[in-house]
């Protein structure tokens, strides 16, 4: 009875099929073309049959180029095609029975479904995506995603970035590292020491240059740095480099976005202008880092002006060994132990306050864009719409005269609003769009955070991890004592970091929205001030 069960209908079909064309052949014993083509087309029908009776099941984990290739391939002769239809068919209904309900329910359509079109191939690609993690989802049972992937995956991002590796002290390091940072414990605050010496960078004077004579155009900027004078001629290519070696060595230390690279447009001034003003904001919170501001491939990047040592100097960086959880070989830590409890509730403050904080500055960099299309949309148009119908005034008492003084007036009127209108567009094209550069920035800062906390919290997961593994015997207490030093060193770096981060949002709102309402001053002053002009103009 299961076997009766298990039939699916489209092997009955195809028995049925069989049978006519083999009474078919018997009754057409001249072998009729007809009948021959009749019965090539029943051994296709039959095993397209099969494919759809196979791909419910669980021996159906072929990638789509593999379908592909198996449903291009010759079908079998019919006597052996019927025998593998028995058992396949067998096969597959047990196997859909015992799996998933997504793997029945795809499995039932498409055998119900009677067709083998383009509609039954997205469905067996899409079981097949579904089943492509392997073994490591198969449980003890044999059930398909009944079980976890194995833990080694939900730290795949920690092991590959080397810090499993230097947390394990399995890291061999081939050369001393090439510049040392320390942390530092000052007025019960942990920071980073700061640097011997504080210097500037300007990005400047964007200039369109060329290559293989004149087939490639790019545009490079001046970087110059205070501490040297050095002005060296840097493409957006070279910064987005940049930012992925920082962002590989330093895991830590979120590096902040690049503007955004924009193909369409890219020699127009006003973009030109908009990108270096990012990069400026991009260099000064490099400059003012503790960290990135001494670092090897930072310093080469803004005193290197050789094009041959340039290149050497890239291959050098991109070989560099203190890069991920190698980097905390090149960091010095107070003695003192950290209390880890403390620590660990200083960082989720800081989580909570840097969430709340990227909620508010989504809202404000909104209102802000919105303020900046008005400056330059309806405001410009408001005023000048007003110039307009003043000269319409104007030229309406041209007619009269006796009123040369009041006509002079409302003359100068309109050409003052029309001005104004112009300053409303350069205002929301200044002022406005660099608050929203700043805004832009810090929001890339703080959407790089959570990675930063997560490479801690995985830190902290694996010191819990060993101490259990000492308790049972497994560890030594020895290696356990140096895998908690070098996740103290880790936890050092978070601190310091945080504090960095916490000054850095204090000095850079302070700054940005100081200068910003001094400007909204001095702009909103000015117009007052040309109003009130115009305002004398028509008095007695």
Not at 517 to 535: H, M, P, R, S, V
């Amino acid at each position: 009875m299961l076997f009766a069960r298990g039939r699916s209908s489209s092997s009955i079909d195809s028995e049925a099929i069989r049978s006519h064309s083999v009474c078919y052949i018997d009754a057409t014993k001249d072998g009729d073309k007809l009948s021959a083509s009749f019965v090539a087309n029943g051994n296709r029908r039959r095993s397209r049959s099969q494919s759809r009776a196979t791909s419910g099941s669980r021996t159906d984990l072929s990638t789509d180029d593999e379908s592909a290739a198996i449903s291009g391939r010759p079908s079998p002769s019919s006597g052996g095609d019927n025998a593998t239809l028995t058992k396949e068919g067998t096969k597959t209904d047990e196997q859909i029975k015992d799996g998933p309900p997504s793997a029945r329910n795809n499995g039932s359509k498409e055998i119900q479904g009677g067709n083998v079109g383009a509609g039954a191939v997205p469905q067996q690609r899409q079981v097949s995506r579904s089943r492509s993690a392997g073994p490591d989802t198969i449980s003890n049972s044999g059930k398909p995603g009944a079980s976890r992937m194995k833990t080694i995956n939900r730290f795949s991002n920690f092991v590959k970035s080397g810090m499993e590796s230097y947390i394990l002290t399995q890291s061999k390091m081939a050369s001393e590292p090439g510049e040392r940072h320390e942390v530092i414990i000052k007025d019960g605050r942990i920071m980073w020491a700061p640097p011997l010496r504080q210097y500037t960078c300007l990005v400047d004077k964007p200039k369109k240059e060329s290559k293989l004579k004149g087939l490639k155009s790019f545009i490079a900027y001046s970087v110059t740095s205070s501490l040297t004078n050095i002005q060296v001629s840097r493409r957006y290519k070279h910064f987005d480099w940049l930012h992925e070696q920082l962002s590989n060595k330093y895991l830590l230390i979120p590096i902040p976005p690049l503007p955004e690279k924009q193909v369409s447009g890219r020699y127009e001034e006003d973009l030109i202008e908009h990108r270096k003003c990012i990069l400026q904001l991009w260099v000064d919170k490099i400059c003012r880092h503790p960290v990135l501001s001494q670092s090897e491939v930072w310093q080469h990047f803004i005193t290197t002006t050789d094009e041959k040592k340039w290149k050497n100097g890239k291959r050098t960086a991109e070989k560099d060994e203190y890069v991920g959880g190698n980097f905390f070989n090149c960091v010095t830590v107070p003695s003192q132990p950290v209390d880890s409890a403390s620590a660990d509730k200083q960082v989720e403050s800081f989580v909570k306050s840097v969430r709340s904080l990227d909620e508010s500055i989504k809202n404000f960099y909104v209102c802000i864009t919105e303020t900046q299309k008005r400056l330059v949309g309806p405001y410009k148009a408001n005023w000048q719409k007003m110039a307009a119908a003043l000269d319409g005034l104007g030229q309406s008492f041209q007619l009269d005269h006796s009123s040369a003084p009041v006509k002079s007036a409302i003359a100068q009127s309109a050409n003052v609003l029309h001005k104004i209108g112009a300053q409303h567009e350069e205002h929301g094209k200044t002022t406005t769009e660099q608050l929203m550069d700043f805004i832009y920035t810090y929001k890339g800062v703080l959407s790089g955070i959570p990675d930063v906390v997560n490479i801690h919290k995985s830190a902290f997961a694996k010191l819990s991890h060993n101490d259990r593994l000492m308790m049972e015997g497994k560890l030594s207490p020895q290696e356990a004592d140096a895998i908690h030093r070098r996740v103290e060193v880790i936890t050092y770096a978070m601190l310091a970091e945080i504090n960095h981060i916490s000054q850095e949002a204090n000095d850079d709102f302070r700054l940005s929205l100081g200068t910003y309402f001094a400007k909204e001053a001095d702009f909103y002053t000015n117009i007052g001030q040309q109003l009130g002009k115009l305002a004398d103009q028509f008095k007695k």
